[in-house]
């Protein structure tokens, strides 16, 4: 599987970006799906997961009620709508793909590249 992040930028405090993470391949419907960040000088972090049919979502704290993520199998796709954005938020995002999925990145096989999020207070 080959993963594309799109639709990062800059953002004012409060204001909202939906990224997308498009996925190469036909089994992309049976990967849980996994967004993480990676602020400059720490550690990537885990943000939000999916399972395969869209209906489990999990969110770190941090993210809980301003995150939502979703999928769409039919277009291989997967999106992070991202709601009141905070400074703090600043960071690369990642998708990734996996089959055991969850908050550690090592359950998580395939990479995209990463798009970067900044937002200014």
């Known amino acids: 599987v080959q993963l594309q992040a799109s639709g990062g930028g800059l953002v004012q405090a409060g204001g909202s970006l939906r990224l997308s993470c498009a996925a190469s391949?036909?089994?992309?419907?049976?990967?849980?799906m996994g967004w993480f960040r990676q602020a400059p000088g720490k550690e990537r972090e885990f943000v939000a997961a999916?399972?395969?049919?869209?209906?489990?979502?999990y969110y770190a704290d941090s993210v809980k009620g301003r995150f939502t993520i979703s999928r769409d199998n039919a277009k291989n796709t997967v999106y992070l709508q991202m709601n009141s954005l905070k400074p703090e938020d600043t960071a690369v995002y990642y998708c990734?793909?996996?089959?055991?999925?969850?908050?550690?990145?090592?359950?998580?096989?395939?990479w995209g590249q990463g798009t970067l999020v900044t937002v200014s207070s």
């Open positions: 990734a793909a996996g089959s055991v999925g969850g908050s550690y990145y090592y359950n998580y096989d395939y």
């Open positions: 999916i399972n395969w049919s869209g209906g489990s979502t």
């Open positions: 391949g036909r089994t992309f419907s049976s990967y849980i």
